[in-house]
């Protein structure tokens, strides 16, 4: 591979190159993208001929995925070679030559991180609540599995929804004729002021009677994928089938023993419930800790100034972890902002915010990993590994480098090894928790 830097920087912050491999060096790292993207996708192949089989099911768009996957593997290269800071995923343009040629030529640009300097490098020091599992939270938890447990009667003494009642709801919600299923539910056990159910929909509870039926609509704001703002109507009908109670059984030695799996009395239900409440704790506190120091150390960096794209890229990066969350569940971004009770613009303000915080905890690690010397080794890059994808470490590993992206796991790893330091010698004043 041959590379040379070209052009004018448009910034401080960029640099640009020209890329050229030859024929032979084409043919050899494309015959191994093909591979691995037969074996991502389960595409079957006789040894040593996966572009058949291939291109039976990307057709045309084969050869250019195969020429993006190799440039930026080269690219990847490049920023081990330079030891360039990468900040954001490089930009593959005018690629030629492919899948036929006398040479396979591109360019790319490579954003860099700034390296910035702290106001100081002491250890942080913050004051924390003490970790505590207190007799009060493991007495409301202990109730919340009785209440869990409890059966839901009918309410003889509510006529109609209000506040204080359990209501027994189904929901059918439509967009243009098409099923809203974050808004479409069936014998549901709803109480107002739960907060599942936008505002337009939780106001027409009340007063409803069991049997009541309401047919409506209401309009929600969001921005379309050209970010003009589009008003949305929804179509629904709510239905009261019943309104509820529930019928809480008597804590005694005998109701554990028969209801609650591996404890035998009062007392070892107790037990229980504190020994998992303390094992989750640990793991939500610890995380906070950490993201309590990291902000601290953050607040030591000087007011950001960098192009936009670096922002667009933190809140993308925060976005897809959003949507790949809703997937999961089935429901789309329109109707999480919807249940959230904001706009798609207000939502994209806040992770915004929230892009610019990551990156500053990000830059400040490694401006504390600058000033400390800190490498890392392969123990600290399994350890990444072991983060992103848990027993999967050696799969991960060559996906991220057949995809050019070792650089972002080494940036995990080091800041990783950052933030361990910044842990160990942080200063933390620990108050009694309330």
């Not at 359990?166 to 919600?173: A, E, G, K, P, Y």
């Not at 919807?338 to 500053?360: D, H, I, K, N, S």
């Amino acid at each position: 591979m041959d590379y040379k830097e070209c052009g004018e920087n448009e910034s401080k912050l960029q640099k640009r190159f020209s890329v050229a491999l030859s024929r032979d060096e084409y043919g050899e790292l494309s015959q191994e993208i093909l591979v691995f993207l037969a074996m991502q996708m389960g595409v079957d192949y006789i040894t040593n001929q996966p572009q058949d089989a291939l291109r039976k099911k990307l057709g045309d768009d084969l050869d250019h995925q195969v020429a993006l996957c190799l440039a930026n593997q080269c690219v990847d290269e490049i920023v081990g070679r330079e030891d360039l800071p990468a900040a954001l995923e490089p930009v593959v343009e005018s690629m030629a030559g492919y899948p036929e040629g006398p040479e396979f030529t591109f360019e790319a640009t490579v954003y860099l991180k700034p390296e910035l300097e702290l106001s100081s490098y002491e250890p942080v020091a913050l004051a924390l609540p003490d970790f505590a599992v207190s007799d009060d939270l493991v007495a409301r938890n202990m109730q919340a599995i009785v209440e869990e447990k409890a059966r839901l009667v009918k309410d003889e003494q509510a006529s109609e929804a209000d506040a204080g009642t359990r209501n027994v709801i189904s929901l059918d919600t439509k967009k243009c004729g098409m099923q809203v299923r974050a808004l479409t539910m069936a014998e549901t056990v709803y109480r107002i002021g739960d907060g599942l159910l936008p505002p337009q929909i939780e106001e027409r509870l009340p007063g409803m009677k069991p049997g009541d039926i309401k047919e409506f609509s209401f309009v929600v704001k969001s921005k379309n994928f050209l970010g003009l703002e589009v008003e949305e109507t929804m179509d629904c009908v709510l239905h009261l089938i019943d309104i509820v109670k529930k019928d809480t059984p008597d804590v005694t030695d005998d109701w554990v023993k028969s209801s609650i799996p591996g404890a035998h009395d009062v007392e070892g239900f107790r037990t229980l419930v504190r020994e998992s409440l303390a094992e989750k704790a640990r793991v939500d506190y610890d995380r906070a800790k950490e993201e309590a120091v990291a902000s601290a150390l953050a607040q030591r960096l000087r007011d950001l100034d960098l192009p936009e794209v670096y922002y667009d890229y933190a809140r993308a990066g925060l976005m897809q972890n959003i949507s790949a969350a809703l997937a999961k569940q089935g429901i789309a971004e329109e109707e999480f902002y919807a249940m959230q009770g904001v706009t798609g613009a207000q939502f994209m303000a806040r992770m915004r915010m929230r892009a610019e915080e990551v990156l500053r905890q990000g830059l400040a690690l490694d401006a504390l990993a600058r000033h400390e010397n800190l490498e890392i080794g392969e123990d600290d890059i399994f350890c990444a590994l072991r983060t992103i994808a848990p027993g999967s470490e050696l799969e991960t590993r060559r996906m991220l480098e057949m995809n050019g992206r070792v650089y972002q796991l080494r940036e995990m790893a080091l800041r990783a090894k950052a933030r361990t330091h910044l842990l160990d010698n942080a200063v933390i004043q620990l108050a009694q928790s309330a």
